[in-house]
């Protein structure tokens, strides 16, 4: 298929002392498939909450419907509360246990409740984590302000309403060691860290971070590890870096300094970032090892904060038993791109290997979501993929149970990437309580079928069209294991589309490189069966 390259309008802009172009988005509205969200009260996002005993707790209410708007709960674990007028939970749970709360959001048009089942136990990110990073826009030339300004966007352009809450800052913030603990200090793009955190925390949203077990990170920032017992780096106090503490390159190649250093520094890193309230922790290096893994691991666990540990990257099946011990998340691929080799290779052709290792609380994650504008701080454009690819890419990452980070310019959202991040149904299955990875009932050069279980017996099914001509594609009820009279419903257009009998054929066309996304229930019933129906 030949690619369908448009010349955008462009304008020089400066942002945060960033010059950029700007570019028109592309016109993708007459491919919305996602219905305006309407005024009455829906509360989406995550039907079930991990907190560990006695930690700081937040969960924003993600609730869409025209404001003002108020919030009840009915319930909550003793130590927490809800403030009413912002829908934000906060406190301390101190007693482990499984609590049903009933959640309840009115405003003028109506009301609406919904269960969510808060576990406090040992186990935090009990769904896959949503939210932002910085990384796939603002490479290493992030800052504080690029950072709270995507902050507001989930904010103002109803993405937090969906459960998009992590903020995460990746690599480029990193300074030189001090403070009270010896620990990584911000560069000066960051004057206030924890005034970061207290912003984020006040409007319900998390703060993310990032370092790795190296003397230095990918970006040449100082890691988690030193030669020099003093936390002391050569390299610094040579003078070979630049004025945000970046190592200059031209005077030292970075492969020279991606090693392990002698001394560890993780217990006064962790502390440090648990002071500042920093909720995620992207922790950055290849080949991960045991040992530097359950070194970060346990000094996280010793600050008493929930801090999700996300590994990254490349994991290795071989490691699988240790990521799953000490991590809430880790990398399974090579960094993605906004192309459709690479979001294909990453989604079909790595992540199947995963699908035993994937629970609540344990995510193995397929990398970043690459639409909108990005860029890597070099080049910001509007993503390669094509409309469909897009669809795939949400769709794969969705039924896969992949945390869900946005990479893109959240201040340059057009209309079809909100509807592509803002798809209440789409993100259902994503957050489904079972937490179980959708695999492929079938699949060859030509496409894929995938399916996945969900928690009240309807079943996920999404078809990939891997060639560049429409293709139809199908299945028959009774194949995939469901017995009766199923409906199945379109769940980008959110609507029901047929209802078939178990050994009914139902097909669709599947355009190039796209999907179809459906939900059929009521799929696996506990009803007693009488008569024939093999």
């Not at 996920?460 to 199945?488: R, S, W, Y």
């Not at 996304?517 to 009521?522: C, H, K, Y």
Request: some cysteine.
């Amino acid at each position: 298929m030949k690619k369908l390259f448009i010349l955008f309008a462009t304008v020089s802009l400066t942002l945060a002392g960033l010059t950029v172009w700007a570019q028109d988005p592309p016109d993708y509205s007459s491919r919305i498939l996602t219905p305006a969200a309407p005024e009455t009260p829906r509360i989406n996002g995550p039907r079930v909450y991990g907190a560990r005993p006695g930690a700081d707790f937040l969960f924003r209410i993600p609730t869409t419907g025209a404001r003002p708007m108020t919030w009840s709960a009915e319930g909550l674990p003793r130590g927490l509360k809800l403030d009413r007028e912002t829908g934000i939970i906060t406190g301390k749970a101190r007693k482990a246990g499984t609590y049903s709360v009933t959640l309840r959001a009115r405003n003028a048009r109506g009301e609406t409740e919904r269960e969510l089942r808060i576990v406090i136990g040992d186990r935090i990110a009990l769904t896959p984590p949503m939210g932002w990073n910085s990384w796939n826009c603002w490479g290493n030339t992030v800052t504080e302000e690029l950072v709270r300004s995507s902050a507001d966007a989930l904010l103002e352009k109803g993405l937090a309403d969906y459960g998009w809450c992590y903020v995460n800052i990746d690599d480029g913030w990193q300074g030189i060691r001090g403070g009270r603990y010896n620990a990584i200090q911000p560069n000066r793009k960051f004057p206030d860290m924890k005034g970061l955190a207290d912003y984020l925390h006040a409007r319900g949203l998390k703060l993310g971070i990032y370092s790795g077990p190296w003397v230095s990170t990918y970006a040449s920032h100082i890691g988690s590890s030193c030669d020099d017992p003093d936390g002391k780096y050569w390299w610094i106090e040579q003078g070979m870096v630049d004025s945000v503490c970046k190592l200059d390159r031209t005077r030292l190649g970075k492969e020279e300094i991606r090693y392990f250093g002698k001394y560890s520094f993780a217990r006064q890193d962790a502390r440090q970032w648990a002071d500042w309230g920093v909720d995620y922790l992207k922790y950055d290096w290849n080949l991960n090892d045991t040992w530097w893994m359950k070194d970060m691991h346990d000094a996280l666990a010793a600050t008493g904060r929930d801090i999700v540990y996300s590994i990254s990257n490349k994991a290795r099946v071989s490691l699988g038993p240790a990521l799953s011990r000490y991590a809430e998340c880790w990398r399974t691929s090579t960094d993605i791109r906004d192309t459709w080799e690479s979001i294909s290779s990453i989604g079909f052709g790595v992540q199947d290997r995963w699908a035993g290792y994937k629970e609540p609380g344990r995510w193995p994650d397929a990398d970043m979501l690459v639409v909108g504008r990005v860029g890597w701080g070099r080049k910001i454009h509007w993503t390669q993929l094509t409309p469909d690819e897009q669809f795939t890419h949400i769709t794969l990452w969705s039924i896969l149970a992949s945390p869900l980070l946005i990479g893109c310019d959240m201040g340059a959202l057009d209309d079809f990437t909100l509807s592509l991040l803002c798809n209440s149904e789409v993100i259902d299955v994503n957050q489904d309580p079972l937490g179980l990875q959708g695999v492929p009932q079938q699949k060859d050069g030509e496409g894929a079928i995938y399916v996945k279980p969900l928690e009240d017996g309807s079943l996920a099914v999404a078809l990939f069209n891997f060639t560049d001509a429409p293709k139809k594609m199908g299945f028959i009820c009774h194949k995939l294991g469901l017995i009766g009279e199923q409906t199945i419903r379109d769940l980008w257009r959110q609507q029901d589309i047929a209802k078939v009998g178990q050994k009914d054929l139902w097909e669709s066309e599947v355009a190039p490189h796209g999907t179809v996304f459906l939900r059929i229930s009521p799929g696996h019933t506990g009803e007693r069966l009488t008569g024939s129906f093999r």
